[in-house]
């Protein structure tokens, strides 16, 4: 069994910067990418941005510029550093990551959800 669990979420006012952290744990043979997304009330869940075991990064048009997604694979764990925050930033965020359980089982997971508020 696989957790995904974050931290770092909060309220932030326009500006300012938050870091999320996302660690995975559990029967882990390899994590092959990992994510963030993120859903705003009545929207749909987005996409915010990937990365790669090979450290290749993706990143909704949105975000480029402002928000930077790393990993440690040695720690099971990825993070999102979120600069010059916006006010539409805010949002329920989730990690995902696409983990092997085994060389042939591959599998998709969330996080529980971290809000982000950016308000004055």
């Known amino acids: 069994q696989v957790q995904l669990v974050e931290s770092g979420g909060g309220l932030v006012q326009p500006g300012g910067s938050l870091r999320l952290s996302c660690a995975a744990s559990?029967?882990?043979?390899?994590?092959?990418?990992m994510g963030w997304y993120r859903q705003a009330p009545g929207k749909e869940r987005e996409l915010v941005a990937t990365?790669?075991?090979?450290?290749?990064?993706n990143y909704a048009d949105s975000v480029k510029g402002r928000f930077t997604i790393s990993r440690d694979n040695a720690k099971n764990t990825w993070y999102l550093q979120m600069n010059s925050l916006k006010p539409e930033d805010t949002a329920v965020y989730y990690c995902?990551?696409?983990?092997?359980?085994?060389?042939?089982?591959?599998?998709?997971?969330w996080g529980q959800g971290t809000q982000v508020t950016v308000s004055s």
């Open positions: 995902h990551g696409r983990i092997l359980l085994s060389v042939i089982d591959s599998r998709a997971y």
């Open positions: 559990g029967n882990i043979f390899s994590i092959n990418s």
């Open positions: 990365i790669t075991r090979g450290g290749s990064t």
